[in-house]
């Protein structure tokens, strides 16, 4: 059987979190967690990274430092995992949902603007598979209205737009470090601030209300409640999982990316006959093979095919239900504008395996039989 996702492992994780019960040292912020933080500062330039228990909860954590209170309204794409609405529902917001791009499922920054009111605080672009969205586009609407911008990007650690990473765009970015995600912790993510203004309040939102972090470096004698907050911070056995991925993050990348590559190529015929569609990746984004789908006519193929891929020892699987057609987007949000889009492309998307140590063989294995259910050339 050939799973759709297998968590990334190199083989230091162990070492790493035996170093980390030697310290003593196992609740946050301990010395691994310091590491992930400065890794992830250098590779990404951005002001500050803050790990966290997830990206949900780095999100969260946006959502607070952005103020957002009853009746603001966010605008994201409908096409996201729930997290994205839920942060800021959390605070009370509504949540506005504008439709995708069908090339690359990103939000569509063209039908922002028409989506802003009085009421909108924050745009909250998801970077679909480690695809930048138009950020240009995105940042401009955000300065004319005076808008914060909150990058869900939870797939998008070692991608970039123009050449500057995803997540450095926004006052706020998130990346997870699920299971599912390029690199993991078990549960975990980062908050990544651009601005130096908000470090103190983050560093306190993130310790229970209170400036613990100030405490930690000597800089205050007693710490005490300052804020509202909660608890934001991994311990740091998860800590040192993830720093054994971060330091073989371009390894891990490049094993990716060759498994995508592979995919692209086998499967081109398909594109070229008309059967199905292969992913796009704009010419001035860099992915980071976070994920590799395809495109079926329709909903009534795709389970076909799934059920077929199943029958061959391969798991393939559809990914989010369009939030707005979900009892809570209902509930708690509106679609602004015509789903064009969102609900005919998700219908179409089956995501393949792709994960650290797939094989060229597997991916050999799994596109011949794609191949044979369309009846397409090998
Ligand atoms: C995985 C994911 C999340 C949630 O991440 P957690 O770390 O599990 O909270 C949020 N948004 C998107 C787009 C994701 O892919």
């Given amino acids: 059987m050939i799973n759709f996702n297998v968590p990334p492992y190199t083989g230091k994780e162990v070492e790493y979190m035996k170093e980390a019960i030697g310290n003593q040292k196992i609740c946050g912020d301990g010395p691994f967690t310091k590491k992930c933080n400065e890794w992830i500062e250098k590779q990404c330039g951005t002001a500050k990274c803050l790990l966290t228990t997830s990206c949900t909860h780095a999100t969260e954590m946006a959502a607070l430092l952005a103020d957002i209170r009853e009746g603001d309204e966010v605008i994201l794409p409908s096409y996201t995992f729930v997290s994205t609405a839920n942060a800021f529902v959390l605070r009370g ?33 998801v970077h679909y598979a480690g695809v930048g969205c138009e950020m240009d586009v995105i940042m401009d609407i955000a300065r004319r209205h005076n808008l914060m911008v909150v990058e869900d990007a939870a797939q998008g650690i070692m991608a970039s737009y123009r050449g500057k990473a995803l997540g450095t765009f ?4 998130c990346f997870s ?20 203004k908000y470090i103190e309040t983050a560093e306190i939102f993130r310790e229970k209300g209170t400036d613990r972090s100030k405490y930690y470096r000597g800089q205050v004698d007693k710490y005490r409640w ?10 740091d056995l998860n800590a040192a999982y993830l720093y054994a991925q971060l330091e073989l993050a371009e390894e891990i990348t490049q094993a990716r990316m060759d498994r995508w590559k592979q995919y692209k190529e086998l ?25 590799f789908y395809i495109k079926t006519k329709d909903l009534e193929e795709r389970s076909r095919l799934i059920g077929f891929l199943k029958d061959k020892g391969i798991m393939a699987v559809s990914h989010y239900v ?57």
């Avoid at 926004?170 to 970015?173: D, H, L, P």
């Avoid at 995600?181 to 908050?191: D, H, P, Q, T």
């Avoid at 300052?226 to 311990?235: E, T």
């Fill in 170 to 173: 926004g006052e706020f970015g």
């Fill in 177 to 196: 470090f699920h299971e599912t995600k390029n690199f993991s912790m078990g549960e975990g993510g980062a908050l990544l601030i651009r601005d130096e």
């Fill in 267 to 291: 499967l081109a015929p398909l594109a070229e006959e008309g059967k199905a569609e292969l992913p796009f990746i704009p010419e001035h984004c860099s992915h980071n093979a976070h994920m």
């Fill in 226 to 235: 300052q804020d509202y907050g909660s608890s934001y911070l991994p311990g």
């Fill in 93 to 125: 917001a509504r949540a506005v949902f504008v439709d995708i791009r069908p090339d690359t499922m990103n939000i569509d920054e063209t039908l922002i603007e028409d989506a802003v009111t009085e009421r909108t605080r924050v745009i909250a672009p």
């Fill in 322 to 378: 369009p939030l707005h057609s979900a009892p809570a987007g209902k509930k708690f949000g509106r679609f602004h504008g015509e789903d064009k889009y969102t609900t005919k492309e998700s219908d179409r998307l089956l995501r393949l395996p792709m994960y650290y140590k797939l094989t060229a063989d597997e991916v050999e294995y799994i596109t011949e039989q794609v191949k044979d259910f369309y009846g397409a050339s090998r």
